[in-house]
C-alpha cells in the first residue's frame, strides 16, 4: 500500500510523554509512515520507540541517531519519507483521530501526481491537558475549501492567523527537490520550516479540521516566555535567517497575498523579539534585537525597508516608554488569548 503521509515525532528524553503523540496516530493505519527520531536520548526513549516498532512494523520505523536537535530529526523525515506528504509532530503533542482522518482522506484525493498539492493547510488547538476549551487557529476566512488553489485566490492573512508548523503539512518530493534543510543543533528552527519552503509552493488545499493538539501546559517548553529569554540569542539568530531566506526582488515575483503575508510574518516575528527585549529589560536583550534589524539592512535593503515600514515593523519601533508599553500590552494580550 502506498504511503500518503510521513509523521515525523522527533523525541529528546521523551520516555515520560511520547507515548501519547505514537498513540494519537494507529487510528491511521497503514496509509501512515510514522517515523520516530531518537535523538541522541540518555533515558528509555529509545527503547519505548523501539516498542511501538515492534508492534506496529506496518508502519512504524525508528532512526536512532547522536544528538542533532529538533531540526537534525525533521532533516531525517525529509531525507528518508516513504509517504506523498510530510508533517511534523513534536513527542509531547497529539494529532486528532477524526482529524488525522479527515487529513487522510484528504490526501488520497491528491495522491495522483497529477492532483498533488504542494501544501495543505489544516486547523489546530492550543490543548492544556482535555481543556474542550482549547483556543482553535482556523483559516476557513482565509483560504477556499474543497479544491486546490493558488495563493492569489486567499484573503487577507490577520496577525492571528499567522502559520505555525502544526497547521502545516507538505509535499515531501518538494523539499528535497529543493534541497532544504534545517540547521542542526538549534531551537526556534520551526520559524525557518514554515517560511523558506512558502514560495515553492503553488497548489494549495484547505482542510476545515482541527488535526493538531498542540500542548502548551507542559514545562520547560521553547515557548515559555522565560526560556524565550534565556535563549533569546538563537531565538534573534533564527528570525534574522528566516527573514534572509528571501530577497525583497524574490519576494516581489510572489502572488500579492504570499508577498504580504511573507513580509507581515517576518516583520511579526521581530516584533515578538522586541517584546521579548521589553520584558527581559537587559542591554543584551537589545543589543540583540537591534543586531538582528541591522542584519538584515546588510543582506537587503529593500527588505530591510519593506518590513520596517509593515504594521509589525512599525509596532516594533515605537519610540519611548510609552511604545514600549503599548508594544507589551498587546503581546500580554495576545498571550493570553492562547493561554500561553
Not at 500542548?215 to 527573514?243: F, L, P, W
Request: aromatic letters at 10%; proline letters at 4%; a negative charge.
Amino acid at each position: 500500500m502506498e504511503k500518503l503521509l510521513t509523521v515525523v515525532v522527533p523525541c529528546y528524553n521523551s520516555e515520560a510523554y511520547m507515548a501519547g503523540a505514537i498513540e494519537s496516530l494507529l487510528p491511521g493505519g497503514e496509509a501512515l509512515d510514522v517515523l520516530i527520531v531518537d535523538d541522541g536520548s540518555t533515558d528509555g526513549t529509545g527503547a519505548v520507540a523501539d516498542r511501538y516498532a515492534a508492534a506496529h512494523p506496518e508502519m512504524i520505523r525508528v532512526i536512532h541517531q547522536p544528538n542533532g536537535g529538533h531540526g537534525a530529526g525533521i532533516n531525517r523525515c525529509i531525507e528518508t519519507a516513504q509517504g506523498i506528504y510530510m508533517k511534523v509532530l513534536d513527542s509531547d503533542d497529539r494529532l486528532d483521530e477524526h482529524g488525522l482522518k479527515a487529513l487522510l482522506a484528504l490526501l488520497a484525493e491528491h495522491a495522483d501526481p497529477d492532483r498533488q498539492a504542494d501544501l495543505v493547510v489544516s486547523d489546530y488547538v492550543y490543548d492544556r491537558g482535555g481543556d474542550s476549551d482549547g483556543f482553535r487557529i482556523s483559516y476557513n476566512r482565509v483560504m477556499p475549501s474543497e479544491r486546490l488553489f493558488g495563493w492569489e485566490e486567499c484573503g487577507r492573512f490577520p496577525s492571528t492567523k499567522q502559520f505555525m508548523i502544526h497547521a502545516l503539512t507538505y509535499r515531501a518530493a518538494l523539499l528535497r527537490e529543493h534541497g532544504f534543510a534545517l540547521p542542526e543543533h538549534s531551537f526556534y528552527e520551526d520559524n525557518l520550516y514554515i517560511y523558506k519552503p512558502l514560495p515553492w509552493t503553488r497548489k494549495i488545499r484547505y482542510l476545515h479540521e482541527a488535526v493538531y493538539k498542540y500542548n502548551i501546559g507542559r514545562g520547560g517548553q521553547s515557548v515559555d516566555e522565560q526560556n524565550m529569554i534565556r535563549r533569546m540569542k538563537e531565538y534573534a539568530g533564527m528570525i534574522t535567517q528566516m527573514a534572509c531566506s528571501w530577497k525583497m526582488a524574490d519576494l516581489e515575483k510572489l502572488p500579492a497575498r504570499l508577498r504580504s503575508y511573507m513580509i507581515n510574518n517576518a516583520a511579526g516575528q521581530l516584533l515578538n523579539l522586541a517584546c521579548l527585549a521589553a520584558v527581559a529589560k537587559t542591554q543584551e536583550a537589545e543589543a540583540l534585537r537591534e543586531q538582528a534589524w541591522r542584519d538584515i539592512r546588510a543582506y537587503d535593503e529593500a527588505l530591510y525597508r519593506a518590513l520596517w515600514k509593515s504594521m509589525p515593523g512599525r509596532l516594533s519601533h515605537m519610540p519611548g516608554r510609552p511604545g514600549d508599553l503599548l508594544m507589551l500590552t498587546g503581546y500580554r494580550i495576545g498571550r493570553r488569548l492562547i493561554h500561553f
